[in-house]
C-alpha cells in the first residue's frame, strides 16, 4: 500500500501504480511471509509433552500470514486502484479523505492529477540528511554495533539463566506439613481444619478454591499418616488484590501460630513440575541398604548447598509384614511338596477359586478359603495343615519360619530397578519453612556405617559455591543460610553431576542417578531449542537466496537477526528479568523470521533503485536517499506489529506470564531491529561491490523523497 501510494504521489495513474507498486513488491513481501513461517517451522520438531503444546503454533501462523499474503497481493491492489463513485469522490475530496492514497476527481475522462505528498516526506528527507552523515563514518558505526553485540553477549553469559518455566506470579500455593507423631489419617484432617479455615478467608478476592491430601506422597503414593499438603489455587493476577508473595507472607506467619502442626513449609507451585519442587533425582539400585544410603547422602548435599530448601527423600511409608521361609530339607523329607506348599499359603491368605457362576451377565467366582478367625495373627494362620505325599496331614508352623520386618507399602521402579527419590525446593524467596521441632533425622547429621568417608571425600561444607567461609562459625551459617545468588535447577543438577555423584558412586558403583521433572524437561527442551535454531538460520538463509539469486546479500539481510537478539537482552536486563524461560526462546527464534522482513524489502530497493538508475557520483548520497523512501514503511510495520505485542507483554488487559516474555522479546527485539535495519543495513551495504546498472540508466541524477508539491526532486551529484 506504502508503495502504491508513493507512485500515485509520483503522478502515476491510479491503476498503473497499483499494477507496478504490487509488482515491485511481490517477492520481497512473499520473502518475509516464508521467512516468517519457516521460523517456527522447527516447533514441530521438539519432542516431549512440551512438543505436543508447541505443536499448534506453527500452522496457526502459517495459515494466518499466507493469508494475509493473498490478500495484500490480489486484494489490496485491487481495493486501491478502484475510483469511488461521484457522491463520494465529492464528499472525499472536500473533506481531504484518502488525499495521497486514491483520486477523487469528479471527470474520469480527465487525466489524473498527481497526488498531493504526505507530511512524512519531511521525515524522510531528515533521515536522508542524517544517514548520509552517519554513512561518511560507516567504518565507526559498524564497530560501534559490533562492541554493543560483544557487550549484550558478556551480560547473557553473566546475568541470564534458562528456566523452563520461570516462576514470576505463580497461581498456586502449597502448604504442607505434619501432624503430631502418630496421628491417624481422621485426627490429621481434624487438625489441619485451622489451614483450610485461613485459605478460606481469601475466597473470593483471592482464592478459588483448594484441594487437600492427608497422608499421600508427591506421586500418589501412601505416605505417613500424619502428613498432608492443601494446594490453594488463586486467581488471576490482575483479578486478585494481593499478590501471590504478600499471601504466601501472610500465611507463613498464621500457620506459624499454629500450635498442633509442625514443620509447616510454604511453597509458591512451579507450572511444569507434577512434585511441585523444582530438584528431582532419582537414585536407582535394587539394594534396599545401598540405595538410602546414598540417597541421604544425595539429601545432604542438596540441604548444604545454598539457595536450596526442604530437601528430603521421598520414602514410602513402611507397614509391619512377615517374611516367611521354609525349611527345604524338612520339607523333602516330610514328602511335602514345595509348590503346594505355597499353594496352601495362598489358599490360607486369599482364598482359592475352585468354580464360577453365572449371574445374569456377570460371572462370579467362587473362592474357597480357610475361617476368618485363622487369619487374626501368624500363630493361628501357622496352625493350617498341609497333607503330605503320605495322605498326612502337617502343620504349617513345622515346615516354615518367619519374619517380622517393616517394608515399604509400595515399590517404585525406573528401568527395571528400584527407585527413590529425592527432592529440594529453589529459595527463591517464594520459599519459607517454620518447624519447632525435628521430625527426622537433620539432613546436616552423618549417615551410619560407611557414610563417614564420604564427607571426607569432598561433601564438606567448604566446596559449597556461594558459601560463607570455613571460618565463619557453624551454628551461625547454618542458622542465616548464607544465599549469594539463587541457582537454578540446571546449574544444581550440573553441581551434582560434577561434585557429588562421581564421589557417591566411587562408594556404591552400583547406583545409577538421574534427573526427572523440571530439570529432565528443560535439557530436553534446550537441546530442541539448538536444533530449531541451526535449522531455522538453514532455512532463512535458503529462502533468501533464492529471492536474491545471492549469497552475499542474504547474509546481510541475517545480520539483523544477532543484533536483534541483542535488544531482547537489553530489554531483559532493565526489565530486571534473570531467568529467561521457554516461551522467551520461542520468540527470540520467531524473531529471526520476523526482524529481517525490513531488511529484505531494505535490500530488494537497494538493489532494483540502482539497476534502474545507476550509482551517479555521489555513492552514499544514493544509498541515504534510496533507503529514505523505505522509512515509511519500514516504521508502518515495526509499530503496528509493536503495537499489537506491547498490551500482552505488559498485562494491559490480561497477563499471563508465560506469554509476557514472548512478547516482550518480540516486541522490543523487533524495535531494535528496525534500527539495525534504517542504520546498519544501508551502512553495510555501502562495503558491497557496485551493483551493475541498467544500460537506460541515468548517471548524473537521483531520486530523492518527494517535496510538498508532489513532485520528485532531484538533488544533482557531487
Not at 14 to 19: N, R
Not at 425 to 433: N, R
Not at 532 to 543: E, K, S
Amino acid at each position: 500500500a506504502e508503495n502504491i501510494a508513493r507512485k500515485r504521489s509520483a503522478g502515476i495513474p491510479q491503476e498503473e501504480a497499483s499494477i507496478l507498486g504490487t509488482k515491485e513488491m511481490v517477492m520481497p513481501v512473499f520473502g518475509s511471509i516464508a521467512t516468517t513461517v519457516v521460523a517456527f517451522v522447527p516447533l514441530f520438531f521438539f519432542s516431549g509433552r512440551y512438543g505436543q503444546m508447541l505443536v499448534f503454533i506453527p500452522p496457526v501462523i502459517a495459515v494466518m500470514l499466507f493469508a494475509s499474503l493473498f490478500e495484500s497481493i490480489f486484494v489490496l491492489p485491487a481495493h486501491l486502484g478502484m475510483r469511488l463513485p461521484r457522491p463520494f469522490k465529492r464528499f472525499a475530496a472536500r473533506f481531504g479523505i484518502f488525499r495521497g492514497t486514491v483520486s477523487t476527481q469528479e471527470n474520469a475522462q480527465e487525466p489524473e492529477k498527481p497526488l498531493k505528498a504526505h507530511w512524512f516526506v519531511k521525515v524522510e528527507e531528515w533521515y536522508a540528511r542524517i544517514l548520509e552523515r552517519i554513512l561518511h563514518h560507516r567504518v565507526i558505526v559498524v564497530g560501534f554495533f559490533i562492541a554493543l553485540l560483544v557487550s549484550a553477549s558478556l551480560v547473557f553469559s553473566h546475568q541470564f539463566k534458562f528456566v523452563l518455566f520461570p516462576d514470576e506470579d505463580s497461581n498456586e500455593i502449597n502448604i504442607s506439613g505434619y501432624a503430631p507423631p502418630g496421628s491417624s489419617k481422621e485426627q490429621t484432617e481434624v487438625l489441619i481444619r485451622a489451614v483450610e479455615q485461613l485459605v478460606n478467608r481469601e475466597r473470593p478476592d483471592n482464592v478459588i478454591g483448594y484441594r487437600s491430601v492427608v497422608a499421600q506422597s508427591r506421586r500418589g503414593g501412601a505416605a505417613d499418616q500424619s502428613s498432608f499438603s492443601i494446594v490453594a489455587e488463586l486467581k488471576e493476577r490482575e483479578n486478585r488484590t494481593k499478590s501471590t508473595e504478600a499471601l504466601m507472607r501472610q500465611w507463613r506467619d498464621e500457620v506459624a501460630r499454629i500450635q498442633s502442626l509442625d514443620r509447616m513449609t510454604v511453597t509458591a507451585g512451579r507450572f511444569g513440575s507434577g512434585s511441585g519442587s523444582a530438584i528431582e533425582v532419582e537414585v536407582r539400585e535394587n539394594n534396599d541398604e545401598v540405595r538410602k544410603k546414598a540417597a541421604e547422602a544425595v539429601r545432604d548435599a542438596l540441604a548444604r548447598l545454598p539457595g536450596l530448601r526442604n530437601a528430603e527423600v521421598d520414602e514410602p511409608i513402611r507397614n509391619p509384614e512377615y517374611r516367611i521361609g521354609f525349611n527345604r530339607e524338612l520339607v523333602t523329607r516330610l514328602g511335602v511338596n514345595p509348590s503346594e506348599l505355597a499353594t496352601a499359603m495362598r489358599t490360607v491368605l486369599e482364598g482359592t477359586i475352585v468354580d464360577e457362576i453365572n449371574s445374569g451377565d456377570e460371572e462370579v467366582d467362587i473362592r474357597v478359603s480357610v475361617d476368618g478367625n485363622y487369619k487374626q495373627a501368624i500363630n493361628f494362620l501357622l496352625q493350617n495343615p498341609i497333607q503330605n505325599s503320605g495322605d498326612y496331614l502337617i502343620p504349617l508352623s513345622r515346615l516354615v519360619s518367619y519374619e517380622r520386618v517393616l517394608a515399604p507399602s509400595s515399590i517404585t521402579r525406573v528401568h527395571h530397578k528400584r527407585t527413590t527419590m529425592v527432592y529440594a525446593d529453589i529459595d527463591d524467596g517464594k520459599t519459607e519453612t517454620q518447624s519447632r521441632r525435628p521430625r527426622k533425622k537433620p539432613a546436616t547429621n552423618t549417615m551410619a556405617e560407611g557414610k563417614t568417608h564420604l564427607k571426607q571425600e569432598g561433601l564438606s561444607r567448604a566446596g559449597l559455591p556461594g558459601e560463607a567461609s570455613a571460618s565463619a562459625p557453624t551454628n551461625r551459617v547454618r542458622k542465616q543460610r548464607v544465599r549469594q545468588e539463587a541457582m537454578s535447577p540446571i546449574e544444581v543438577a550440573g553441581w551434582l553431576e560434577a561434585n557429588v555423584f562421581p564421589k557417591i558412586q566411587q562408594q556404591y558403583p552400583g547406583v545409577v542417578f538421574s534427573f526427572s521433572g523440571e530439570i529432565k524437561d528443560t535439557r530436553e527442551s534446550s537441546g530442541d531449542l539448538a536444533t530449531a535454531t541451526i535449522l531455522v538460520l538453514f532455512l532463512i538463509f535458503v529462502i533468501l537466496a533464492l529471492v536474491f539469486n545471492s549469497a552475499l546479500r542474504p547474509a546481510i539481510v541475517m545480520l539483523t537477526i544477532p543484533f536483534g537478539l541483542v535488544g531482547i537482552i537489553f530489554t531483559f536486563w532493565l526489565h530486571g528479568v534473570e531467568q529467561f524461560g521457554l516461551f522467551a526462546a520461542i520468540g527470540a527464534l520467531g524473531l529471526a523470521g520476523v526482524v529481517i522482513n525490513d531488511s529484505i524489502v531494505m535490500i530488494d530497493k537497494l538493489d532494483r533503485s540502482i539497476r534502474e538508475d545507476g550509482w551517479g557520483k555521489a555513492r552514499l548520497e544514493k544509498i541515504a536517499n534510496i533507503s529514505s523512501t523505505r522509512l515509511r514503511a519500514v516504521m508502518l510495520t515495526t509499530l503496528t506489529t509493536v503495537a499489537g505485542l506491547m498490551p500482552t507483554a505488559y498485562g494491559v488487559l490480561g497477563y499471563d506470564a508465560m506469554l509476557a516474555q514472548m512478547m516482550l522479546a518480540l516486541s522490543w527485539g523487533l524495535l531494535f531491529g528496525t534500527l539495525i535495519t534504517l542504520v546498519l543495513i544501508p551502512t553495510i551495504y555501502t562495503f558491497l561491490p557496485t551493483v551493475s546498472a541498467a544500460p537506460h540508466a541515468v548517471e548524473p541524477e537521483t531520486e530523492i523523497p518527494l517535496t510538498q508539491k508532489g513532485t520528485p526532486s532531484r538533488r544533482k551529484s557531487r
